[in-house]
Structures are given as C-alpha cells and as structure tokens.
C-alpha cells in the first residue's frame, strides 16, 4: 500500500490517498483536527515501534529511512515551534 498526504485546495484540510493495488481511496481530514490525528498516529507508532523487535528489524532493514523519518520528524517541530512563537505575543 502507497499513501499520499496533500493539502487541499482550499488549504483547511488534508486529502490523504491510499493506493491500494488497482483501487485509490481518498478521505478528507478537516484542519486542525488532521494535526492531533497524525501526531497521536505518531506517538501511538513509536511506542509500538519501541515495543516490538520485528517491527526494529523491518526499520533497520530499509536503507535511508530512518534518517528520512528523523528529518520529518525535524521538520515537523520546526514547523510547529514556529507556530507557537508567532501566536505567542
């Protein structure tokens, strides 16, 4: 299965597509709902990722992607860390 997260036109939602052998899924996910979906998918991912030995090995065996996740992962508190300071004052 292949997904794609793109904004929506009107930029107040996700459009996430799953491809799925012949067939395409695409849901709508409401901002700023879409935010606490994916960062709870994100947590929820890593404690199981910390808790399970095969699910290590699959990652450890894939070059390259775990500096890519890690780089999301930079980019996405960046990201966020410059929307709390712009709202701070």
């Known amino acids: 299965m292949k997904t794609r997260i793109n904004q929506s036109k009107s930029g107040n ?9 012949f067939s395409t899924y695409t849901i709508t996910v409401p901002m ?3 935010i606490q979906f994916f960062v709870e998918g994100l947590v929820t991912s ?3 990722l910390k808790g399970n030995p095969d699910a ?3 990652l450890d065996g894939t070059q390259g992607q775990k500096a890519q ?3 999301f992962l930079r980019q996405a508190v960046l990201l966020y860390d410059e929307f709390i300071s712009t709202r701070k004052g």
Do not use: D, M, R, W
């Not at 459009?15 to 799925?20: N, Q």
């Open 13 to 21: 939602s996700l459009l996430v597509t799953f491809h799925e052998g």
């Open 32 to 34: 700023p709902y879409a």
């Open 46 to 48: 890593l404690e199981t």
């Open 56 to 58: 290590q090995e699959n």
């Open 69 to 71: 996740i890690q780089e």
